[in-house]
C-alpha cells in the first residue's frame, strides 16, 4: 500500500517531464501527504496535460452517500482495479499520473514500527500510476475531483520491506498510462534499482500541521539502527539502491 507521500515538487520540472500546460504556479511542498487531504495531480485534457488539485481518496461519480462514509479508497489494488466496481470506469477512461517526491512505508511490530522513506536515487520526481474521478458531494453540492493510486506486488528489492508498492512509471511512458489503449501492460513493479531509502523520524506517525516540514525526511538512524542495517545489505553491496544514509 501507500498510506503516506511527499510532494516536494516544482512546475518547472513537472512541466519537462510532463509537458504541462496552463499557467506556472508555486506549488506548496508537502512532507507528510496523508488520506483525504489535497494532492496535486497530472490529468490529460483534449489540449494537453495539466497540473489539478484533487482529494487523495477516490469517490465515483455514482456516490450518493457523505465522503466520510466512503471506504478506503487512497489505494487501488492493479490486480482488480480493470474489474472493480469502485475503479473500473475511471481506470477505462480516467487514468492520471501522480507525481511525488517520495514515499513512506513502516517495518517492524505494531507499537513500535520504524518508518522508512523512498524516493529515486536522483532525487528526481516519480511518477505514480492514479486514477481520478468527479462527483458531486451530497453535503454541499460541490464538485469534489479525487484520485487514488494503484499500488502493485513490490518488486524483490522492495519486499525487504512491504509485499506491496505503488505502481511507479516511467515518465516515457506517461502518454501510453494516460491516454493509451493498454494501460495494464504498464502496472507492473519497476526495475530493482529505481529506489534508495531509509529510517526516518516517527514523527511522521502523525499527520498534523505541525509535522510536515523538511526535516520528517532527514535520516533518522543510531548507532545500532546501522550495525544492524550494514549486516542486513552485506550480501547486496553493489546493487545501486542498497546503500545506507547516515545524517
Known amino acids: 500500500m501507500c498510506g503516506r507521500f511527499t510532494q516536494h515538487l516544482s512546475w518547472e520540472e513537472l512541466q519537462r517531464l510532463a509537458d504541462l500546460i496552463g499557467q506556472p504556479r508555486n506549488l506548496q511542498p508537502r512532507y507528510n501527504v496523508a488520506p483525504t487531504t489535497m ?15 484533487m482529494r487523495w481518496g477516490f469517490a465515483p461519480s455514482w456516490w450518493k452517500k457523505p465522503l466520510r462514509e466512503l471506504p478506503a479508497t487512497f489505494n487501488a489494488r492493479a490486480e482488480t482495479v480493470a474489474e472493480k466496481p469502485m475503479f473500473r470506469s475511471a481506470f ?17 511490530a505494531k507499537g513500535a514500527k520504524t518508518p522508512h522513506y523512498f524516493t529515486a536515487p536522483d532525487g528526481a520526481p516519480l511518477a505514480f500510476a ?56 504498464l502496472l507492473r513493479a519497476p526495475p530493482e534499482e529505481a529506489l534508495q531509502e531509509w529510517i526516518v523520524s516517527p514523527r511522521v506517525n502523525r499527520s ?40
Open 130 to 185: 492514479g486514477l481520478c474521478e468527479s462527483c458531486r458531494d451530497i453535503e454541499s453540492d460541490a464538485k469534489i475531483e479525487s484520485a487514488t493510486i494503484i499500488v502493485g506486488p513490490a518488486n524483490g528489492w522492495m519486499r525487504r520491506f512491504h509485499d506491496r508498492m505503488p505502481v511507479i512509471l516511467d515518465w516515457r511512458d506517461a502518454n501510453a498510462w494516460m491516454s493509451g489503449e493498454d494501460p495494464g501492460a
Open 39 to 53: 494532492i496535486e495531480v497530472i490529468r490529460p485534457t483534449p489540449a494537453g496535460h495539466e497540473l489539478v488539485q
Open 92 to 108: 477505462a477512461s480516467r487514468r492520471c499520473i501522480i507525481p511525488a517526491s517520495g514515499f513512506y512505508e513502516w517495518t517492524g
Open 208 to 247: 498534523g500541521d505541525a509535522d510536515d516540514d523538511p526535516t520528517l525526511i532527514a535520516p533518522s538512524v543510531t548507532a545500532s539502527d546501522l550495525i544492524d542495517r550494514l549486516g542486513a545489505l552485506s550480501g547486496e553491496a553493489n546493487h545501486p539502491s542498497s546503500k545506507v544514509v547516515t545524517p
